[in-house]
């Protein structure tokens, strides 16, 4: 066969194996996501404030090199607010507030001088920040004579204050996935390993490469790179050479520190803007500084975002998507066109994992990631094809319940050890006992697969396997790795499969992926800007509550319509609409603020403010009404604190602003005037049971 | 399109979706022949796609968001391949088979089955060039710029990953077929 028959032949089998199906439910779940992570700044948006002065006492040379740090410097900042990456931690006394929005052309210096991501450090500060997927902590030597900057959305610190903004250099620390190493002539090339990143450097146009040492830093090998950037980039827009990605760019002759540090395989810029200017002062308080750095590279990649991470019960790293079971609750999920429920018995110490995109379910250990051995699994699918030669790619579509099940007991290598007519959910159909007797080698991860729909199932492995026929569909519910259930489990899963109900009427499309919905008992956890909000929710089947996964919002309604009164939500509040949209939006840096901003603002009329305390945290509660129609706000809503719905003309609103360390929750009950006893005593069960993670 | 990366360069999440909704599939077939892992698959593509709206802003031409998009996919499932998860979801697509003659079929699957068993063999990085110039039907230079690495590194770990498939495939010619002696 020659090269050219080969490459047909393998175009050929590509072309026609290919899966171009898209998971029900894979969109949602990535705009799910979109809908809650920002977009990274672009550099050049933000140069404008940093155009800080010069001190006074250089030379003409050190001022243009003072210049070209500052200016860094300002990208630095700017570059360095890594939108997504939750804010950092710092101890001392200074006064911390939390992440904030993302600071628009009009955002301004705070009372110490600050803008919106800056934190002056007065005195000796842990700082800690995150990258993309490490923690970074180090210890700044401040002094009221000699501050330090740090910027909260990322790691970053910038020397001098925030009133003048002055300084001889900064650090700023990324993660590295791509290296331009064409000087801006072509697109900057992803780098997958440290090795590539440090070649990448070292041979990179626009330029010159003074010393290359091999280092350590934060305990991990590195390499610092003594580097001078070329004066003529012509190629780079905006003059500055994006060398690695994350941290800003470097101006054309300006002096560069860079070290590269391989953190198990994940490669972290460390840059050193102004490297050539410094004096040996503060070369020496930078190295105090760097030999100080603490790395953690256990930060999970799927806690960033939303920040923070759709968490129950302290369980982290589950996607948003999915729902944890930490009280017990209802679990809707599809299996093809068909819905189905289940009542899920999970606890606080033994939680169960529901996925969204369809029907799985499993219980949990420790985290999401962490399913525990002995531990319920099962799995539901609408059957419409059977693999009668598991990893040979020979299977057969099945129309019918006994198509089905003829096609399964006649499959190649699976033994049916067992068959009992059952009925679930008052359909009939027969549990099988499957035994797969396959040689796996010819398989993908030795994993085998049988039905659409359902994860591969091991060799060796006995599964019970449900067969239901559901008004001419066939559906499949496996039993995972029954062999090493608990017996308190194989109760649970009894009680599950009791509890099935199942919507023939569904449509195909699935459930909002945003949508929970509590027709039992359950728990509710659901971000409110930093911070996440948990309320004990008394669902039912006459009463059943929705919920958000992206932000904190409750509604009594179901999610197939999504209407209803009866309405909570929660936000962090950064903005306060004092105007009633007559360009009277301020930023709010303390609950006070808020306080006192939504009590004078305009266009509501408060009837009531009293003190308030929820979930522990003290604050105001405001009861209010908005009279009249203000035509310049549209759809006649006033956005009056920012994260919560808009508020409606005519109706009447209950409104908390809590002081939660710091950070400003806002709690917003729409038109409780109009709610029925029964809603109104729910409502009062969320916030007499709720609890806030700052 | 042009118009859509603008808009959503600009922030808007309805034209990202808009522009992301026409690709999914292409976008998760590429990652299911890298990484032949269900999980790993969407949970790559996801990676990508929220990469890709993250980082948009940063997106100097938007006629090359394709390309760029793909870079960010590769990228992506080269992070999964280290921490693949054990256990996967499969739903085997059905391939259309009516009208050849049982030793067309039989000799199609058993090519099929090599193919697929040699592509399993390969490592993610020549799974993905090949899949990239032989399912993408890209240019080398593309497959290079999508891959981040140079056109002569991409030609050689493509010939290195048909070398290998070759192997593979008269290794198995010169035995009886394990399954064929399996399932006799």
């Known amino acids: 066969m020659t090269n050219e028959q080969f490459s047909a032949q393998l175009r050929q089998h590509l072309l026609s194996t290919a899966d171009e199906r898209v998971v029900q439910g894979q969109l949602a779940s990535i705009l799910d996501q979109v809908a809650v992570v920002p977009q990274r700044p672009k550099l050049v948006a ?90 970074i902590t180090v210890s700044v030597p401040a002094t009221p004579a000699e501050p330090w900057m740090g910027w909260r959305d990322s790691f970053g610190l910038t020397s001098g204050a925030c009133t003048d903004r002055t300084g001889p250099g900064g650090i700023a620390a990324s993660e590295v996935t791509e290296v331009d190493a064409r000087a801006c002539a072509v697109s900057a090339a992803a780098v997958n390993t440290y090795e590539e990143a440090v070649a990448a450097v070292s041979t990179a146009q626009g330029i010159d490469v003074l010393l290359r040492t091999e280092e350590t830093l934060g305990g991990y090998s590195a390499t610092l790179f003594d580097l001078r950037v070329h004066d003529d980039l012509n190629a780079c827009s905006n003059g500055g050479l994006h060398l690695v990605d994350g941290v800003p760019s470097f101006g054309p002759g300006s002096g560069i520190g860079l070290y590269l540090v391989n953190v198990d395989g994940t490669t972290l810029a460390v840059a050193l803007h102004g490297y050539h200017s410094w004096s040996s002062d503060f070369r020496a308080t930078v190295d105090e500084i760097l030999g100080s750095m603490q790395i953690d590279p256990s930060r999970p990649e799927e806690s960033i975002a939303p920040p923070p991470a759709f968490t129950s019960g302290g369980i982290r790293n589950c996607s948003p998507a999915d729902t944890v079971f930490d009280a017990p609750g209802t679990y809707t999920a599809p299996a093809g066109s068909l819905s189905l429920s289940v009542d899920v018995p999970g606890t606080r110490d033994d939680p169960w994992l529901g996925l969204t995109s369809r029907f799985s379910l499993r219980s949990l250990k420790g985290a999401c990631t962490d399913f525990g051995r002995g531990g319920g699994w099962l799995e539901a699918s609408e059957v419409t094809r059977v693999e009668t030669e598991a990893c040979a790619g020979a299977g057969v579509a099945v129309d019918t319940f006994e198509e089905a099940l003829a096609a399964i007991s006649s499959a190649k290598g699976i033994n049916v050890d067992e068959r009992t007519d059952v009925t679930l959910a008052g359909y009939t159909g027969t549990r099988l006992g499957l035994r797969l007797d396959i040689d796996s080698n010819a398989c993908a991860e030795q994993q085998i697969p049988l039905l659409n729909g359902m994860t591969r199932f091991d060799p060796g492995a006995r599964y019970p396997l449900y067969l239901i026929d559901v008004d001419g569909k066939t559906l499949a519910i496996a039993l995972y790795e029954t062999d090493i259930w608990r017996p308190d489990v194989t109760a649970q899963v009894d009680e599950i499969l009791a509890s099935l109900r199942i919507d023939t009427t569904a449509s195909s499309e699935p459930v909002a992926a945003d949508c929970v919905e509590f027709r039992g008992p359950s728990r509710y956890t659901a971000p409110a800007g930093s911070m996440s909000v948990m309320v004990s929710v008394p669902g039912s089947d006459a009463e059943p509550w929705i919920g958000s996964r992206r932000h904190f919002s409750l509604l009594r309604a179901a999610c197939a319509d999504q209407q209803g009164t009866g309405w909570i939500e929660a936000s962090e509040v950064d903005l306060v609409d004092m105007a009633a949209c007559e360009r009277g939006t301020v930023e709010i840096h303390s609950t006070e603020e808020a306080i006192a901003a939504v009590g004078t603002a305009q266009g509501i009329e408060v009837t009531s403010q009293t003190d308030a305390k929820l979930g522990g945290y003290s604050g105001t509660k405001f009861d209010f009404e908005i009279p009249e129609i203000t035509s310049r706000c549209a759809d006649n809503q006033i956005p009056l604190v920012d994260g919560v719905n808009p508020f409606d003309v005519g109706l009447d609103y209950t409104l908390y602003l809590i002081d939660v360390n710091g950070k400003t929750l806002a709690v917003a009950l729409y038109g409780p005037a109009n709610w029925s006893a029964t809603v109104s005593d729910t409502i009062e069960i969320f916030l007499d049971s709720m609890q806030i993670e700052p | 399109m042009r118009d859509l990366v603008v808009r959503a360069r600009q922030g808007d999440r309805d034209a ?65 391949t280290r921490r693949i998860r054990r256990v996967g979801a499969v739903e085997v697509r059905l391939t259309p088979d009516h009208e050849q003659d049982i030793a067309t079929l039989e000799r199609d699957l058993d090519l099929r089955d090599q193919l697929d068993r040699g592509l399993a063999r390969l490592t993610a990085q020549q799974r993905a060039v090949v899949v990239l110039v032989h399912y993408l039907d890209l240019p080398l230079a593309d497959a290079a710029q999508a891959l981040g690495i140079p056109v002569g590194t991409t030609k050689s770990r493509l010939n290195s990953a048909r070398n290998a498939l070759r192997a593979a495939i008269e290794a198995d010619d010169r035995e009886p077929s394990r399954l064929g002696e399996r399932f006799a």
């Open chain 1, 46 to 135: 933000r140069l404008p404030w940093f155009a800080g002065g010069v001190g006074s006492t250089s030379s003409s040379q050190l001022r243009w090199a003072l210049l070209v740090a500052l200016a860094l410097i300002g990208l630095t900042i700017a570059g360095a607010i890594y939108v997504g990456a939750p804010g950092p931690r710092i101890t001392a006394d200074q006064e911390v507030v939390g992440p904030t929005l993302e600071p628009g052309p009009e955002a301004t210096p705070d009372r110490a001088g600050c803008l919106p991501f800056l934190t002056q450090f007065d005195e000796a500060t842990t700082y800690t920040a995150d990258t993309h997927s490490l923690s």
């Open chain 2, 16 to 80: 990202f979706a808009a522009i992301l909704a026409p690709s999914l599939g292409r976008l998760t077939a590429v990652a299911r022949m890298i990484l032949r892992d269900e999980y790993a698959a969407q949970d790559a593509v996801q990676d990508a796609s929220i990469e890709a709206w993250r980082s948009l802003p940063g997106l100097r031409d938007p006629d090359k968001f394709e390309a760029w998009i793909r870079r960010l996919l590769v990228r992506a499932c080269f992070q999964r």
